[in-house]
């Protein structure tokens, strides 16, 4: 049974605090996403990866950074965090072939 | 850039179709997607159709692709209650990278 994992499902955080979701993905995807969810405007891609060490912008990359040493771990990290980030944070791994994306349980992050 | 587009809300009765519409403005789309998201989870994959077909059909739920006016809906049969969620069309262009981009999703609503 495919498994995404994000290491929590509630957060809140301060305003300027650094903070780290992680994702692991236990499909051997090469492919991995961070995506925010927000009402009314569905899903927004952040950031996503191709491979280990590689990533590429998503639309909303501002404020964010992202990390992938390993292939089945991808990391988001809020440098700085700031209270327009609050948001559902939604990690997904691809296969090949069709690309159905698999999605973690999400993180709903709240900064005060 | 790509923009997928879909209506809110829905709200339709137990036992009665539900058709979920879905405009895109990619004419280069190789898969369109419907996936769904049940209360606290993330999306799962529900149905996806390669853009070279019009009409998926599977158990319940049936695809159709107007490639012409880049429209995509999906009908649900003999709607029941366990069938309240949210529902995001989503498409994939043949660019290089596998981006695949959202819609704002639609909600549905089903009354016993």
């Known amino acids: 049974d495919v498994k995404v994992t994000q290491s929590s499902r509630y957060l809140v955080k301060r305003t300027g605090e650094k903070v780290f979701l992680e994702c692991v993905q236990d499909m051997d995807h090469e492919n991995m996403f961070w995506y925010r969810q927000d009402p009314g405007l569905g899903l927004r891609l952040i950031y996503f990866?191709?491979?280990?060490?590689?990533?590429e912008k998503g639309d909303i990359p501002e404020g964010y950074s992202v990390s992938r040493e390993k292939k089945e771990r991808f990391s988001l990290i809020l440098e700085s965090a700031s209270t327009n980030q609050t948001s559902m944070y939604l990690c997904a791994s691809m296969t090949g072939g069709y690309n159905e994306q698999f999605f973690g349980p999400g993180t709903r992050l709240t900064v005060l | 850039g790509e923009d997928v587009e879909q209506s809110l809300f829905l709200s339709v009765r137990e036992g009665d179709s539900s058709v979920i519409n879905c405009t895109y403005t990619?004419?280069?789309?190789?898969?369109l997607y419907w996936y769904k998201q049940e209360p606290g989870a993330g999306l799962q994959l529900l149905t996806y159709?390669?853009?070279?077909?019009d009409m998926k059909q599977d158990q319940r739920l049936t695809v159709l692709l107007n490639k012409k006016d880049k429209h995509l809906s999906l009908r649900i049969a003999d709607t029941q209650t366990g069938d309240s969620a949210i529902y995001f069309c989503a498409e994939r262009n043949s660019g290089g990278y596998q981006k695949v981009t959202f819609g704002t999703g639609t909600k549905l609503q089903v009354i016993p």
């Open positions: 990619d004419s280069s789309s190789t898969y």
């Open positions: 990866s191709y491979d280990v060490k590689m990533k």
């Open positions: 159709i390669f853009s070279n077909m």
